[in-house]
């Protein structure tokens, strides 16, 4: 019973950091992500346009 006990606090606090976590950094991960991609293909666009000339 008592293990039981431990593992619901365990979690419940697991959870509570997991969307701590989301809410202040996942939308700021998600704009770096978008923006190292989109870095990517600019450069990768500038690449095959070197080829093809």
């Not at 619901?8 to 939308?27: K, Q, R, T």
């Not at 998600?30 to 190292?36: A, E, Q």
Request: hydrophobic share 45%; aromatic share 20%; net charge positive.
């Amino acid at each position: 019973m008592y293990g039981y006990i431990l593992d619901v606090f365990i979690w419940s606090f697991s959870i509570y950091g997991i969307v701590c976590f989301m809410n202040e950094y996942l939308l700021e991960t998600v704009c770096y992500l978008i923006t190292k991609c989109g870095n990517a293909i600019k450069l990768y666009r500038k690449h095959v346009a070197k080829i093809f000339r």
